[in-house]
């Protein structure tokens, strides 16, 4: 296990593999890792001959500074979640100025309109920075293949876009959300809920599977509504946004199509703290 702290000599240690010709495995995280990030690193781990793992909060995909201060950043405990369990990974831990070099601001892409959606809708400027970020490690590290979860389903289909359109070559690579007991979607921030806080939070994933079982003979407006209705009778959760919507473009379902697949979306605030979730439908 080794951990670079700086790209010059990351790129430098890697430059052997890349002359070998063997397959690198990227995992993308802003550390704070829990067993959903380590289910990324397994797939990673057994699928190709190396696996790399970077931990970096990025700030240019924070459009709210009070979310980029409070981030967990638990890099030794990470580190050790790793070597625990995966004996022949690198970690790539870089600090802000040297992934920036003085300029910490983002590029502005375009995503063909699915930037504009759901997250983008609520959060002004976040895609840019995941694309910054996503392309200048891609440019370090020189993948083979990466992996990201589906609780960000949004940012995978962003990701996709942007290895796309710049002709990059890497196979990015979907999997499933990893979930906690009570089927809340595992994420960094579910370390900041309180026990009441969590148990409360088993709520999204309900509403989201019974929101699958009346995709079959409701239409997304009428789910809609009653989404909205039954997030009220909570005083502990406060809807954001939810919405149906086409996988492929991410534009609000008005009318159902058995050529479409859909997937519904769901972000909500519990004590302030922001959680995502969604669900395939179809």
């Known amino acids: 296990m080794i951990v670079f702290k700086e790209k010059a000599l990351l790129t430098e240690h890697l430059s052997v593999f890349w002359s070998q010709k ?46 980029l201060e ?4 638990t890099l030794d405990s990470d580190v050790e979640k790793i070597t625990s369990k995966f004996k022949n990974c690198i970690i790539f831990a870089p600090s802000v100025d040297d992934i920036y070099e003085g300029k910490t601001n983002s590029t502005h892409y375009d995503y063909d309109g699915i930037e504009n959606e759901m997250e983008g809708k609520h959060r002004p400027g976040h895609f840019d920075g995941v694309g910054t970020i996503v392309k200048k490690l891609f440019e370090i590290v020189k993948p ?40 809340l979607a595992m994420s960094s921030r579910n370390e ?52 149906i919507a086409d996988i492929e ?15 519904a979306f769901i972000a909500v605030f519990i004590d302030n703290i922001r959680l995502i979730d969604n669900i395939s439908l179809n």
């Open 22 to 67: 063997k397959t690198l495995g990227f995992v993308p995280t802003m550390g704070a890792l829990h067993n959903g990030h380590l289910s990324l690193i397994e797939k990673s781990y057994t699928h190709n001959d190396y696996t790399i793992i970077s931990i970096f909060v990025n700030p240019t995909q924070f459009n709210n500074s009070e979310d």
């Open 70 to 73: 409070k981030y967990p950043r």
């Open 144 to 183: 083979n293949n990466a992996y990201f979860g589906e609780k960000d389903f949004q940012q995978l289909q962003i990701v996709k876009k942007l290895v796309q359109k710049n002709n990059l070559s890497v196979s990015i690579i979907g999997c499933d959300i990893y979930r906690e007991e009570n089927g």
């Open 192 to 243: 900041r809920l309180s026990v009441l806080s969590r148990n409360h939070a088993a709520l999204i994933y309900k509403i989201l599977k019974q929101t699958k079982i009346m995709f079959g003979t409701k239409s997304a407006s009428e789910i809609t509504k009653w989404v909205e209705k039954e997030l009220k009778k909570d005083s502990l959760i406060t809807l954001e946004y939810f919405e």
């Open 249 to 263: 473009t991410l534009k609000g379902c008005l009318r159902k199509s058995k050529q479409k697949k859909y997937r």
